[in-house]
């Protein structure tokens, strides 16, 4: 049985293989939830979660609804959790005793996250529930701000959710940010103004927006999309938690400049990319989009020249060298473990996470939002989201040791998320347990074939034959 503290030990993961990567309906994952709650002892009579829900409880499941669509050519299956995922952990939970269950997410700011509903069909799924189960509080956007951009104008609307639904966190120099952050705001996310993220994280400040319905969680069952991510290599356990934060200007995702200039947006140093990171930096200070139509003739002929070039990893962080956006990363896993509804962060874990991962249909190539579909036919639970990410990142053909969101997470700082190393890693497996490197050392498992241009390094993966 899971509780509060024992997260920082729990180094086991199990997995369950489907004979094929084909979904199944919400009623079949039922019987594969109650097979994880009998090996965590989360489960009791035939309830998959009975033993770790309190009378009463608040439990929020936090899956990932990142985008309406998939921005490449190919299966929308692997860019979010299965609706079926959603739909499976949501009733087994309201047999328990439960007081409340709700699901949420932050989806990207250019979501749809009405049509994603309608297209899943979960919205008709969730008004049915609600309707019959007054228990059931439906799916929430966490989102304050959502956007559109056409022809390269950003429009957003804002204060979409009530501030009072938000908990301002400022974790100062105990975030993991502290060490790369500079007098000068370096901070940069795509699409923002960098004026936002200087007010929100510079030296000794650095703070969040965190939505209070996680915060006033008992439970969070978290249900992430096995991944990779062009930033941070891999998505999964660890990464979901980036969708608890309301507003992006809270949110670090690279250093503006090349890593021989202090910066990690890419690697070595270009002056056609410092040009094209002043004129987009001009162009997001802009708040309703006007100076976009200005710079637009010149940032056409130097984009278009970087990829002539040959050039892969553009000027969004896309590579393996970006430092910042673990940090952000793991700092809202912190919050999420340790953080309390006042803004203010316990020494004590102040909730029970369970993880419950979808690698049915895992992502591989250019991920987040234009994955190709990996067919891994995977379930992958656990009790410890850098033990998930540690094994989810072998099951992609990437080397965690060299992927930091993932090797961060066993470091020793204040709020830990991890008291084990990862060679103590065991995995359950048809009701055998194994080291890492006796689960992967031979075994016929599928083979990514593309992984983001800025990861290659990370690719060979150890202990495989």
Known sequence: MSNNGSFLTAHTVAIQQFGTAQYTQPEDLTKRLRAFGEEFGWAAGTNAFANVIPEGAHVLVKPNLVLHE???????????????????VVSELLNTKAGRVSVGDSPIQSCDFQHLMRRTRLDSWSGDLKAREPRFEGIHDFRRTIATVKGGIRRAKEDMVERE??????????????PITSSEPRFRITGYDPKFLAQTHQPGRHQYLIAKEVLEADVVVSLPKLKMHKKAGVTNALKNFVGINGNKEYLPHHRIGGSTDSGDCYPGKSRVKELLESLYDYQNGSLTGGRSRLVAPVLRPLSK????AGDE??????????????????????????????GSMADTPQRTVLHIC???????????????PFDLGMIIAGENAAAID?????????????????RGAFD????????????????????????IEAFFDGRPLPKAKHVPPGWSAVVPRLGRN
């Open 358 to 372: 979808d690698a049915v249909v895992a992502g591989q190539g250019n991920g987040p939002l234009a994955p190709e």
């Open 412 to 435: 020793s700082f204040r709020w830990p998320l991890t008291d084990f190393r990862p060679k103590e890693i065991s995995i359950r497996h048809d009701s055998k347990e194994f080291s």
């Open 70 to 88: 998939n921005n490449g050519p190919w299966s929308f299956d692997a860019v979010i959790t299965h609706p079926s995922f959603v739909q499976a």
């Open 313 to 342: 990893t553009g000027i969004e962080g896309a590579w393996s060298g970006n430092d910042t956006v673990w940090r952000m990363s793991l700092d809202l896993n912190r919050i999420l473990v340790y953080g309390r509804p006042d």
């Open 165 to 178: 639904r938000y908990s301002l966190f400022d974790l100062g120099r105990d975030s993991l940010l502290e």
């Open 390 to 406: 540690y094994v989810g990142a072998h099951l992609l053909g990437m080397n965690p040791d060299e992927i930091p969101i993932i």
């Open 305 to 308: 020249y970087l990829s002539l």
